[in-house]
């Protein structure tokens, strides 16, 4: 029991040593906003005692990492490519939350998620998916449903065109309208083609 | 595992109520399941097994008020002097005391407080547009559930760090001292306990009043809080 106690915390570590790596990539690409500013000190206290958990609780040779097939780049970057549209689109809802929603930074993340709306389609090289044995929720779909797939990415590609004329026109009232139909071609896309997580 | 020193006839003190021993064990099982659901994606038995683990949680923390006196905070909550005093080895090292010793009864508040905060993030956490989203998601903006889910992920990795020390502790205590402390946890007996005060006696329905406030929070958060 005891052996077994210590190899489910030897393959916790690796996950864990990899979630805080993948984590410190995320903040350290993340755009701050206004009111984050204090919280990126918090979190680097977290990441700090995180790390230093990670030290004192991973010890020496930790083999769970070396036993998987090196991950392909691309997944990667997709991952952080989604990560960034998801981001952008968060930060232009918390806009309209907001009394005076700041035109500019809606525009701005307009562009960013119009830029890596284009992006997506290199990002999918086939035996790339989670049924290939990777950190990913890419469905097998994607590559059995060819045409599907690009119909679907390029109804994302006009919808965040649609959406970046929008907020071009800073009208709120179309833009939160446009809100509904971005989101709508992100979901579109995860029905089919992304791991369900429900 | 197995340490004959410490099986005794006699069977020794009680250390541990029925109560603590399930909630803990019960919390081993739990914390894998919800790893194991975020992982892969299922979200809907992650929110259920959440909204239970809350309700063991809310139970666990009015156990430390009512329950009996090795589960009571006032117990085991001891100021930063017995903690030294403790770690340096200038006090007894709890060879016949019943309870958390100083440190580790930081150790276990740290970790309930972790849990909590875990759970209550994660009502929040999500986003409408991605995937599932916790039972408390619409009554915060956006951007706040955005760094609440963010600080959700990164607070399992230091749950996972001090679950780590935790165990370390409990297989120090097995090696180097050669003390079962795994044994009391299951039938909650020690065998070389030599205080004399028992547990104090707390009834069964009281647990049971603590668990049922404890689901009943938890079922109102879970039908939308009113």
């Known amino acids: 029991m005891v052996v077994a106690d210590l190899e489910y915390q030897n393959c916790l570590c690796a996950e864990w040593a990899w979630n805080i790596a993948k984590l410190k990539v995320r903040l350290a690409n993340r755009k701050q906003g206004k009111s984050e500013n204090s919280l990126m000190a918090l979190r680097n206290i977290g990441l700090g005692a995180a790390a230093l958990l990670t030290l004192s609780a991973c010890g020496s040779g930790d083999e769970a990492a070396t036993d998987d097939a090196p991950e392909p780049a691309v997944i990667d970057q997709r991952q952080d490519n989604f990560e960034e549209i998801s981001d952008a689109f968060r930060a232009i809802r918390g806009e309209l939350e907001g009394e005076e929603p700041d035109m500019a930074a809606i525009v701005a993340n307009a562009e960013i998620i119009n830029a890596n709306a284009m992006k997506i389609e290199g990002f999918f090289p086939e035996g790339t998916g989670m049924d290939d044995g990777y950190d990913s929720e890419a469905l097998a779909t994607i590559w059995e449903q060819p045409e599907e797939f690009a119909s679907a990415h390029q109804r994302l590609v006009s919808a965040s065109e649609a959406f970046l004329a929008t907020a071009n026109e800073g009208d709120v009232a179309a833009i939160g309208e446009g809100v509904g139909d971005l989101g709508g071609a992100c979901k579109n896309c995860h029905d089919t083609f992304r791991l369900d997580d429900e | ?226």
């Open chain 2, 1 to 226: 595992m197995m340490n004959d020193a410490v099986t005794s006839a006699s069977g020794g003190v009680k250390v541990w109520d029925i109560w603590i021993r399930l909630f803990h064990w019960i919390i081993v099982l739990f914390i894998p399941a919800m790893w194991w659901t975020a992982e892969n994606n299922e979200m809907t038995w992650h929110m259920r097994l959440g909204m239970i683990l809350l309700a063991l949680l809310i139970f666990r923390v009015l156990w430390g008020f009512f329950g009996s006196s090795t589960a009571r905070f006032s117990s085991f909550v001891k100021g930063p002097g017995a903690v030294m005093r403790y770690l340096t080895g200038g006090a007894n090292d709890g060879e016949g005391a019943v309870g958390h010793n100083p440190a580790g009864g930081w150790s276990v508040l740290a970790l309930l407080v972790l849990m909590l905060a875990q759970v209550g993030l994660g009502l929040f956490s999500g986003d409408p547009y991605d995937g599932a989203t916790g039972p408390l998601n619409d009554r915060v903006g956006v951007m706040t559930a955005g760094w609440m889910t963010e600080w959700h992920e990164i607070g399992f990795n230091v749950l996972v760090g001090l679950i780590a020390i935790h165990i370390s502790a409990v297989l120090f205590y097995l090696f180097v001292k050669r003390r079962n402390l795994v044994k009391p946890m299951v039938t909650g007996m020690k065998a070389d306990g030599v205080t004399s005060a028992d547990l104090g006696t707390v009834s069964h329905l009281a647990a049971l009043l603590c668990l049922l406030v404890g689901a009943a929070i938890s079922a109102w958060i879970w039908f939308g809080a009113g």
